[in-house]
């Protein structure tokens, strides 16, 4: 439930940043593959994750 959760409040904020935006997309997505690496090692928490996805 909280995969679901977490994957939809990604999709909905990529929706709202990116906005057909090429650079913008660019810079979202390294921002995002920063925090799922860094979920992935353990380094944050899944809440830390959504209160910093909120935050992009």
Same mark, same amino acid.
């Given at each position: 439930?909280?995969?679901?959760? !977490?994957r939809r $409040?990604?999709? +909905?904020?990529? @929706?709202?940043?990116?906005?057909?935006?090429? #650079?913008?997309?660019?810079?979202?997505?390294?921002? !995002?593959?920063? $925090?799922?690496? +860094?979920?992935? @090692?353990?380094?944050?928490?899944?809440?830390? #994750?959504?209160?910093?996805?909120?935050?992009l």
């Amino acid at each position: 439930m909280a995969t679901s959760s !977490l994957r939809r $409040l990604i999709d +909905r904020k990529a @929706r709202d940043v990116t906005k057909n935006n090429v #650079v913008r997309q660019e810079c979202f997505s390294a921002q !995002l593959e920063d $925090l799922m690496n +860094r979920y992935m @090692r353990q380094q944050l928490t899944g809440a830390a #994750v959504v209160v910093a996805v909120a935050g992009l």
